[in-house]
């Protein structure tokens, strides 16, 4: 496995539990169970925080290579 790839799996990972939040917020949403929409903010949160966390990975990789 390339080394960035290995750099990246903590920010995959993070967006992976945003990404669980979200479906499940959206169902609680669906089905007017309480809370549904907190639970949907927090997980479309945790996906942007593992986007930043991602792309500021990336850019410093950038930066060492060069």
């Known amino acids: ?26 169902l609680f949403k669906i089905q007017h169970w309480p809370n549904g929409g907190e639970i949907y903010t927090i997980g479309s949160l945790i996906e942007v925080v593992a986007i ?3 792309i500021l990975t990336l850019i410093k990789i950038y930066k060492s290579k060069n």
Do not use: D, R
Not at 9 to 14: D, E, G, L, S
């Open 1 to 26: 496995m390339k080394s960035y790839i290995k750099k990246l799996i903590p920010a995959i990972i993070v967006f992976i539990i945003g990404y669980a939040l979200t479906i499940v917020g959206a």
């Open 52 to 54: 930043v966390m991602a």
